[in-house]
């Protein structure tokens, strides 16, 4: 599976998305565009990347822009897991 596959295949489970977020493209605005996606959400969503990928996150590396759409989120993950 494709890293944006899997993306979004979090963002629907973290949400209760029902499958909503099968539709999204990359341009798709998350932060301040999806009601589900509110403070405690982004908190689950980075704790679940976490565990589904393997990767640590910092708190100084999270911030507004990374939630700005799918390519900024699915960006970030691949740039984790090249690291």
């Known amino acids: 599976m494709d890293t944006k596959s899997e993306v979004v295949a979090v963002l629907d ?10 539709e999204f493209t990359l341009s798709t ?3 301040g565009a999806i009601p ?8 689950a969503l980075i ?3 976490e565990e589904r990928f393997g990767f640590t996150v910092d708190d100084d590396e999270i911030d507004g822009s990374v939630f700005a759409t799918l390519a900024s989120l699915t960006d970030f993950v691949q740039g984790k897991l090249a690291a």
């Open 47 to 49: 704790t679940t990347l």
């Open 29 to 31: 605005p998350l932060l």
């Open 13 to 22: 489970e973290v949400l209760s998305l029902k499958g909503r977020a099968s």
């Open 36 to 43: 589900e996606l509110d403070s405690m959400a982004v908190v």
